[in-house]
């Protein structure tokens, strides 16, 4: 296990009815601004519970927080926090709204522009404190310090790292009115994350791997239900709960993590809009196959644990281990080649020249640079 040092501060209400609890967990003599998407929240009754339990604060609304958070659009909601001297943020909704709320914390009280601050974090003195309704299981931004902004003038989209949120409220009831599509994206985000974190070097920590492994299992486990149907109370509380968990440092404790998947299915997201969730499940299979040498030893553990894989040699074992991942995207209704979304050559040029360009050296063995990007996107064609 390697040094680390492990510090997560957000405070989790989680259950039903747990929205009216933000009247006491945000202080009622703070200049509040809340932040919202595109309007599911009106939809679903979760803008009425806001309302409500903030019935006794004075605060403004920003909204229009849209998927893949444009920098754009945060720098009007910075000229109005700046306006009315904000200083408490409360975002509702999925994590494009907490990820663009957390630039707008941290550009409120400082001259850079958003966008300075996302390419070099280390502009912000000052951040003005945050807290999340999440209703949107899958980024874990309701208890971690990311977010991933995207740039429309320059077609490119980055992560930042800045603070966590004072405290989330996650109420499982909320993601009832969650379009199918948005909760297989988020299915796949989730096993993603934890991928991430897992499939990477063998032996470092049998505690993470099994954590690891037991949000994997639990969302293999539970797809189904939420997915035939979304009303599962018990179902969704277990799948949110994995989502939070898997990106909130739990399973990240002395282990090496890898994150090409994520950094090359950004590429995707920015130069085409592809959904995050989506990206992702084009991917990872063809990643962990292009780099089955490195990833070998877990991927065997991986599918003996996970997918309960035993017959065959190594090669084998590997391959199926990849396989039955790839049926399991497709069977959240996903497509897992780029092709089916008319992708192809010229895509994977201007990412790995864009790659080459900058440098890049993804991965846990920092050995995914632009030409081994190419390839793994010609194996996902
Ligand atoms: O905008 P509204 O009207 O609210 O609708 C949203 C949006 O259209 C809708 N939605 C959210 N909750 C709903 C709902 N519709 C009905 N009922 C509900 N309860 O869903 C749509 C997608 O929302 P979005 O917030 O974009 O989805 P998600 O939570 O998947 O966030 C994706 C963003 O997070 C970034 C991604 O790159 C992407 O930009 N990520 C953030 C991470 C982090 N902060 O740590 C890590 C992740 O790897 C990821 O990169
Ligand atoms: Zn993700």
């Known amino acids: 296990m390697k040094n680390f040092t492990f510090l997560n501060p957000t405070k989790l209400i989680f259950g039903k009815g747990t929205i009216a609890q933000i009247a006491n967990e945000i202080p009622v003599d703070v200049r509040l601004m809340v932040t919202f998407g595109g309007g599911s929240v009106k939809q679903n009754g979760v803008y009425d519970q806001v309302k409500n339990a903030l019935k006794n604060h004075n605060f403004i609304e920003f909204w229009g927080i849209e998927p893949n958070p444009r920098v754009e659009t945060l720098r009007r909601a910075v000229e109005m926090g700046k306006t009315h ?8 909704g999925g994590g494009s709204v907490a990820d663009g709320t957390k630039l707008i914390a941290a550009s409120i009280r400082n001259a850079a522009d958003p966008w300075e601050i996302v390419r070099n974090g280390n502009l912000v003195d000052e951040l003005i404190p945050l807290a999340t309704v999440m209703t949107l299981p899958a980024t874990g931004s309701e208890m971690n310090a990311g977010a991933v902004i995207s740039n429309d003038a320059t077609t490119e989209k980055f992560a930042f790292y800045s603070q966590h949120p004072q405290f989330s409220i996650l109420d499982p009831e909320t993601t009832f009115s969650l379009p199918h599509e948005q909760i297989a994206y988020g299915i796949c985000d989730t096993f993603v994350h934890v991928m991430e974190q897992y499939m990477t070097v063998s032996g470092e ?9 037991g949000v994997l299992l639990t969302l293999i486990e539970t797809a189904p239900k939420v997915m035939s149907d979304k009303h599962d109370y018990d179902a969704m509380a ?7 968990m898997g990106l909130n440092g739990f399973i990240a404790m002395g282990v090496t993590e890898d994150w090409a998947t994520h950094q090359i299915g950004h590429e995707l997201t920015a130069l085409h809009g592809i959904s995050h969730g989506q990206t992702l499940a084009i991917v990872l299979p063809a ?5 089955r040498g490195q990833k070998m030893a877990k991927l065997l553990q991986y599918g003996e644990r996970v997918w ?3 017959q065959g040699g190594p090669y084998e074992r590997s391959e199926e281990a990849i396989r039955r991942t790839e049926e399991f995207f497709r069977s959240l209704g996903l497509a897992t080649r780029l092709s089916e979304l008319g992708i192809g050559e010229s895509t994977i040029t201007e990412i790995q020249n864009r790659f080459t360009s900058r440098g890049s050296r993804h991965g846990e063995g920092r050995n995914i640079d632009g ?7 010609r194996a996902c064609l």
């Open 287 to 291: 990643l962990l196959s292009i780099m």
């Open 308 to 310: 309960g894989i035993t």
């Open 238 to 244: 277990d799948y949110m709960l994995s989502a939070t």
């Open 85 to 92: 001297d904000t200083n408490y943020l409360l975002a509702v």
């Open 371 to 377: 030409a081994k990007t190419a390839e793994i996107l």
């Open 205 to 213: 920590s049998p505690l993470m791997d099994r954590w690891a492994e």
